[in-house]
């Protein structure tokens, strides 16, 4: 007998109950987020925005910082370069959101209108969906945590989720990269391909926002713009569990967790 069959008939069943019933997402003691407290923040200090490369930190004007986690790739460099711990570590990974000024850090957490689905996703999609997964110019992070979603511990499938080689037989546009001036005309042509009612997910600060490579000769800044996004998952990568939650809060199977920048524990109960 091979030893990989060996191997896993000594493991028996590995695939998570997460989040059905709750238990391990598998993503403990990883690093999401920073937080940030304005409250902390010192005036005329500029540190932060000028340790981040993608630009997800900028200053107000007449003092104080902006932050978009739509351009956030969790590089931590904030945390290190702020001075007085107005940004802080974090393991806040499920920022899945349905409308992109979510993102956006606001003081008041439930600021942010939610965006109106097309229909009743969960009725309709709820038990059965089908992704067709577009790279439009990534770096193959994103396509690495992608891979995790169907291995025996993810096992995305026994979530009723499946991805599909073709756009006719999608329900979801998938796409990460910050979409290359090469794919644009590929990846809009997959969402032509695909039958009515569809959905777009904007995977990876990447397809958010462009990120680090975003607005370079070679590609623009993302889906904005180009596509009409039903969720937006910044993230450099998302982890899989992240992407789990994204994908079941589109079929409003959990709640969303992210409002005005600010993580909450209940979600907002759609
Ligand atoms: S963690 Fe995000 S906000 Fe902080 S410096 Fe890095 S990219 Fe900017
Ligand atoms: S979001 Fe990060 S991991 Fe994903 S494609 Fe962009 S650079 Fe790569």
Redesign the pocket.
């Known amino acids: 007998m091979p030893v990989w069959t060996l191997y896993g008939l000594k493991q028996g069943k590995v695939s998570q109950r997460w989040p059905a019933v709750g238990g391990d997402d598998g993503q403990s003691g990883v690093l999401g987020?920073?937080r940030f407290d304005p409250a902390q923040c010192q005036s005329g200090c500029r540190d932060?925005a000028d340790?981040?490369?993608?630009?997800?930190?900028t200053l107000k004007e007449g003092g104080g910082v902006n932050?978009d986690?739509g351009?956030?790739?969790?590089?931590?460099?904030?945390?290190t370069?702020c001075p007085s711990g107005a940004?802080t570590l974090s393991s806040d990974w499920a920022f899945g959101v349905r409308a992109r000024e979510d993102l956006v850090w606001a003081q008041a957490a439930n600021s942010a209108a939610g965006q109106t689905l097309k229909r009743e996703i969960r009725k309709v999609f709820g038990r059965s969906l089908h992704v067709r997964h577009v790279d439009a110019g990534s770096c193959n992070g994103c396509e690495s945590e992608l891979q995790a979603l169907n291995n025996p511990y993810y096992n995305l499938h026994r979530l009723g989720v499946f991805f599909t080689p073709s756009p006719r037989f999608a329900d979801l546009l998938l796409v990460t990269g910050p979409v290359t001036y090469a794919m644009k005309g590929p990846l809009l042509a997959a969402y032509e391909g695909m039958p009515e009612p569809r959905f777009v997910m904007a995977a990876g600060t990447c397809a958010c926002s462009g990120g680090t490579n975003g607005g370079g000769y070679a590609c623009g800044r993302g889906l904005d713009g180009l596509l009409p996004v039903d969720v937006w998952l910044p993230g450099c990568p998302p982890n899989p569990a992240a992407f789990i939650h994204a994908l079941l809060m589109l079929l409003q199977r959990l709640p969303q967790r992210v409002r005005g920048g600010h993580l909450m524990e209940d979600g907002d109960g759609r």
């Open positions: 987020f920073p932060c340790a981040c490369l993608p630009q997800a930190i932050v986690y351009r956030c790739v969790q590089c931590q460099l904030c945390v370069a940004f």
